[in-house]
């Protein structure tokens, strides 16, 4: 396997919103902790408002493959 297929490999999964928002998630409370300076109730609301986003998005593609099925 060449350079190229690790590559495709590697960011595959961003093809994914759930991925994209769990990373943004992460990278937001990292920030939040490191670099901002900011509380724990706006790290916690940062990690809650991604968990939300991530079910929203699990909800939504469950209804679709639901209705695909109906």
């Not at 990373?23 to 939040?32: D, M």
């Not at 902790?33 to 909800?59: D, F, K, N, P, R």
């Amino acid at each position: 396997m060449g350079m190229m297929g690790w590559l495709v490999r590697l960011f595959r999964p961003l093809a994914s919103r759930k991925v994209r928002v769990a990373l943004v998630t992460v990278l937001a409370a990292y920030a939040a902790e490191y670099g901002l300076g900011a509380s724990e109730e706006v790290m916690l609301t940062l990690v809650s408002v991604g968990v939300a986003l991530i079910l929203g998005i699990a909800h939504e593609d469950a209804g679709q493959k639901r209705q695909g099925e109906a």
